[in-house]
């Protein structure tokens, strides 16, 4: 089976999609590798995401990721986003194909493109280097 029980059920019932009207952040990414993109919205009460949502225009294992963090980061305090890890996606997916690595990198940096898109618009200060992209990842074919 390519695809484990979960991806599938994320990629078929995706959690928390469609646009945000009053997002206080929006991250947009794409993926040199695929030209997938994937975007996600926050609502930022304090320091908590009260909501979240995404749109992304890409394959099953990029909705499945989106749809996955979105589910991972809601409710949460901006720090545990910010931690969130592409491995930590991908775990909780029950793993993905090693050539669909890279589509869980687009939701880690889609997260943290928003948090940064909302201390950008609110003025807050933040060390750049938080935000610093990862390696594009290489795929185990
Ligand atoms: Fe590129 Fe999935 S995001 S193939």
Redesign the pocket.
């Known amino acids: 089976m390519l695809y484990s029980a979960k991806v599938m059920d994320h990629f078929m019932n995706p959690r928390n999609a469609g646009v945000m009207e009053d997002a206080d952040g929006i991250g947009e990414v794409g993926?040199a590798?695929?030209?997938?993109i994937?975007k996600i919205y926050l609502k930022i009460d304090g320091d908590i995401i009260s909501d979240v949502s995404f749109e992304t225009f890409?394959?099953?294992?990029?909705i499945a990721?989106s749809s996955m963090a979105t589910e991972m980061i809601k409710g949460q305090l901006l720090s545990r986003a910010m931690a969130l890890t592409n491995q930590a996606v991908a775990e909780a997916l029950d793993g993905l194909p090693a050539?669909?690595l890279?589509?869980s990198v687009?939701a880690e940096q889609a997260v943290k493109a928003a948090i940064q898109d909302y201390y950008d618009k609110n003025q807050i200060p933040y060390d750049p280097a938080d935000f610093a992209k990862p390696e594009e990842i290489q795929d185990g074919e």
Do not use: Q, T
Request: hydrophobic share 20%.
């Open positions: 993926s590798k695929c030209g997938d994937m890409g394959c099953g294992s990029a990721s050539n669909k890279h589509c687009l």
